[in-house]
């Protein structure tokens, strides 16, 4: 079924400028230079009032200096909280399955935790045991989501998986298009018009899964954490394309390699990676297929 990009948006359209605020959205003065963007949404921020508000963490001001004007970029408070997308009721939801399944709100998890709490989650969704290929998957998950190898997940990057899963199951495909700011959008426009395309503009399913791993590059690309953050995520999601078993994996990329995807499939293809991107943690919330 083809989604429908909404407002009329096509590739080549002419590039829509974005203008972020003139004022700091905390403190509403404006200060010229001295003001740092956010890389989702419009929002401008100075660092002082960050600090002030307790928006801005003990050891991450190097990084919002060094990152903001860089085309890497640094998300706001906003942004960063995944959470923030659902809705009261879908809050609600996620926190009555954490109680359901003893998940104790902001703590660390384990791999035994995180696995303990997966396989719960499938069988109440599924009504069957959680098979080793979704295990394997769930510990590849584990490991995306601590890419520094200490052995427990933080709360904040738990829940903004639990966050994306959750949007992906609830909502159709449209509402999450609606859910990508300016920004996001022109960001996906740039990828999908840098790629090889037939003359009908389409591109092969396998550079858009290529352009899929792109989003989680949050970091230049000869830091240490960005390789190993982006291979080892995972959707559990039974009836997601990404969560076919490697075996299965192995067997068919003559069959997919056809696939050529259009500029309205690439977007909506890539929404759910490109909202897991916004976060701006080293951990990989959503994996690519590949």
Same mark, same amino acid.
Request: hydrophobic share 30%.
């Given at each position: 079924m083809r989604v429908r990009v909404c407002g009329g948006d096509t590739p080549h359209a002419r590039p $829509?400028?974005?203008?972020?605020?003139? =004022?700091?959205?905390?403190?509403?003065? !404006? @200060?010229?230079? %001295?003001?740092? &963007?956010?890389?989702?949404?419009? *929002?401008?921020?100075?660092?002082?009032?960050?600090? *002030? =508000? +307790?928006?801005?963490?003990? +050891? %991450?001001?190097?990084?919002?200096?060094? @990152?903001?004007?860089?085309? @890497?970029g640094w998300s706001c408070y906003y942004c960063d909280n995944l959470n923030l997308l659902l809705t009261e009721e879908e809050m609600y939801s996620l926190m009555e399955t954490f109680r359901q399944c003893h998940i104790i709100p902001d703590t660390c998890l384990t791999l035994d935790d995180f696995l303990a709490y997966k396989h719960l989650v499938h069988k109440r969704q599924f009504e069957r045991p959680m098979g080793e290929a979704q295990e394997e998957r769930a510990t590849l998950q584990f490991g995306a989501l601590d890419p520094d190898k200490r052995g427990h997940v933080e709360w904040a990057d738990f829940l903004s998986h639990e966050s994306i899963q959750l949007l992906q199951k609830l909502r159709p495909q449209n509402s999450l298009l609606h859910l990508l700011t300016a920004k996001e959008r022109e960001r996906a426009r740039t990828a999908f018009l840098a790629l090889p395309r037939d003359p009908d503009g389409r591109v092969s399913q396998a550079e858009c899964r290529r352009a899929q791993?792109? !989003?989680? $590059?949050?970091? &230049? &690309?000869?830091?240490?954490s960005c390789n190993v953050s982006i291979s080892h995520v995972g959707p559990m999601s039974e009836s997601s394309p990404s969560s076919a078993s490697s075996k299965s994996q192995d067997k068919a990329p003559e069959q997919e390699e056809p696939r050529l995807v259009d500029w309205p499939s690439f977007l909506s293809e890539n929404v759910a990676y490109i909202l897991a991107a916004r976060p701006n943690s080293p951990a990989v919330h959503l994996k690519p297929q590949g």
């Open positions: $829509r400028q974005v203008t972020n605020d003139e =004022m700091c959205e905390i403190c509403e003065v !404006w @200060t010229a230079e %001295s003001l740092f &963007p956010c890389r989702v949404c419009t *929002r401008v921020y100075h660092d002082g009032c960050l600090r *002030r =508000m +307790g928006y801005l963490p003990q +050891g %991450s001001a190097a990084e919002l200096t060094e @990152t903001a004007h860089t085309e @890497t791993l792109a !989003w989680f $590059r949050k970091h &230049p &690309p000869d830091a240490p």
